[in-house]
């Protein structure tokens, strides 16, 4: 524990933020990393509790508390191989993640929690600096290979733990470029994918091989999902060629809005809308350009992925952006007593939301109107009354009679979830799914990770279902480790 009255005499302190205004117009990062001697003193707030819930919470498990210390003592170095203990790619987490840790850090009990994630941020900030992040090539290689399927951050930390170990990784990928969602989802201003690229070079150097534009499986994917494959390789092909297959192909299928007028123009799903932007961004080719620009746009879906809708929009220029949800307005406050270190239901403003734009919640499209010529002009929608059912204690709703209204839009974009890989790669490779469509293979145990075909595995989203970063990064590394012991023993 770097200073034992730290957390008296030092209040949390936040990165600064570009002003709104600015920030608005353009698509790069806009917060500034604490220096070194914020993060000193934010570190000092640590009070290595003892019992570090922070460590629980987290889905990678990251011991906080220790490289608070060093980072208190000014041992970058060491709080550097700390951190990457635990995180493949703390660049990543320390910009998108929404902190599991603090939530769950004792101090955020009583007062403000640790900020977790900003010095993280710092540390590996200050490692690439000072070029300590190397290539980590194996001492010694294995005469087994794996392919993992997808190069989103499960496929990356599985790839690159594997590659550590010694095995012969290619990831094989159908869009352009590797990352999978930090590439082509999540909004450069939130992650520059020159972060990505610095990796990926990183892990070419340990050995790892990728094979972009190429679907494994199927040639053509469901619409909603983006495709960008030149070749297609057969299953049979790879399972020939590799020891093992690592599926991580994320949960790719968009929850859909199949009401009247769903095919008019202008309705498009969060995922044909948010590539685009990141592709202009790096000068890449793509076929439909949608922007929001001068439009009055609708988001329909109050979470995360409506939030980058909202915040790209704006920085198209459009001209008003409403974004609804299903659900209830959350509470603006929450009982710490009964939920901590959970993570709670509660409203959130995300920076985006910041922006600008306008949030309604507890609405039901019911339907798409055209403007006559084939375009979406709006929709009719319909107020509901959430409440909980006295018999199970679920939340159910009702419309409430006569609130039906229409909201105007020429665009419209679909941000409601994802529900599950996509089928057709599920079915090419005979991978059973579970009740939800998402790959059936456990967590944990002696069978973890493994599919129903021999030498499958699965991790990640497609796995678990729609989820974070963090998570997705915990299923590489610990999938990594059920097929090390799979490949260790003779038989396989
Ligand atoms: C718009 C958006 C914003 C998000 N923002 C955040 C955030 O801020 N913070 C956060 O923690 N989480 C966020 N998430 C969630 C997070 O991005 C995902 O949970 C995470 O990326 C899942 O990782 P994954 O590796 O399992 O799958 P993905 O990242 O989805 O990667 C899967 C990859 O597999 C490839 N693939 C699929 N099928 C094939 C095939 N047959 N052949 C070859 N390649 C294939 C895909 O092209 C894709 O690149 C966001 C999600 C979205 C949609």
Redesign the pocket.
């Known amino acids: 524990m770097g200073k034992v009255t730290g957390f008296m005499e030092f209040e949390r302190l936040e990165q600064a933020h570009e002003p709104v205004a600015q920030r608005k117009t353009h698509f790069r990062e806009f917060i500034t990393p604490l220096s070194q001697q914020e993060a000193k003193q934010q570190a000092a707030r640590c009070m290595d509790c003892g019992t570090p819930f922070c460590t629980f919470s987290c889905p990678l498990h990251n011991v906080a508390p220790e490289f608070n210390d060093l980072v208190y003592n000014e041992d970058w170095e060491k709080a550097y191989h700390v951190l990457s203990s635990t995180n493949n790619f703390p660049e990543f987490t320390s910009r ?3 902190a599991l840790c603090e939530n769950g850090c004792i101090m955020n009990y009583t007062q403000r929690a640790m900020g977790v994630k900003s010095i993280e941020r710092a540390i590996i900030t200050n490692a690439w600096n000072q070029g300590w992040v190397k290539p980590e090539p194996p001492k010694e290689h294995k005469d087994k290979s794996v392919a993992v ?7 990356l930390a599985c790839a690159q733990q594997l590659a550590r170990m010694g095995y012969a990784v290619t990831v ?4 352009k470029r590797p ?4 590439r082509y ?2 909004p450069d201003f ?1 992650l520059d994918k020159s972060l990505i690229d610095r990796r990926i070079a990183q892990m070419e150097n340990e050995g790892v091989q990728f094979r972009c534009s ?5 040639p053509d994917h469901p619409h909603g999902i ?1 495709n960008d494959s030149e070749r297609t390789i057969d299953v049979s092909e790879l399972l020939r060629d590799f020891s093992v297959v690592v599926l ?5 299928t968009p929850r859909d809005l199949q009401v009247k007028g769903r095919d008019l123009k202008g309705i498009h799903f ?2 044909e809308y ?1 590539p685009v932007q990141n592709k202009h961004n790096a000068s890449e080719p793509f076929d439909e350009d949608i922007s929001a620009k001068d439009r009055k746009v609708l988001i329909i879906g109050g979470g ?2 409506g939030s ?1 809708c909202l915040g790209t929009a704006i920085r198209q220029g459009a001209e008003k952006v409403l974004q609804i949800d299903l659900g209830p307005k959350p509470p603006e406050t929450y009982d710490k007593s009964m939920v901590w270190p959970n993570w709670p239901a509660v409203m959130r403003t995300s920076t985006s939301q910041e922006e600008g734009g306008e949030r309604d919640y507890a609405i039901s499209t019911k339907e798409f109107l055209s403007d006559g010529e084939g375009r979406v002009r709006g929709v009719k929608a319909v107020r509901l009354e959430w409440m909980k059912d006295p018999v199970t204690g679920r939340r159910t709703f009702k419309e409430i009679p006569d609130s039906e209204f229409e909201i105007e839009s020429d665009l419209v974009l679909l941000a409601m979830g ?1 529900l599950h890989p ?1 089928s057709p ?1 599920m079915d090419a490779f005979g991978v059973q799914t579970d009740m939800r469509g998402n790959a059936q293979a456990a967590y944990e145990g002696k069978d973890a990770f493994r599919t129903n075909v021999p030498k499958v595995f699965a991790a ?3 796995r678990r279902g ?7 990064l915990a ?2 590394r610990r999938c990594a480790e059920a097929v090390d012991k799979f490949l260790s023993d003779e038989q396989n």
């Open positions: 998108v993640c929404p399927v997808g190069s989103g951050p499960a496929g094989f990928e159908k869009n990352g999978g969602l930090l989802g999540i939130k190429t679907s494994i499986g199927v983006w991580a192909v994320g949960s790719e969060a995922l948010l995360d992925t980058d994802f996509s790669v990640g989203d497609c729609q989820s974070l970063v963090v998570r997705a299923e590489g």
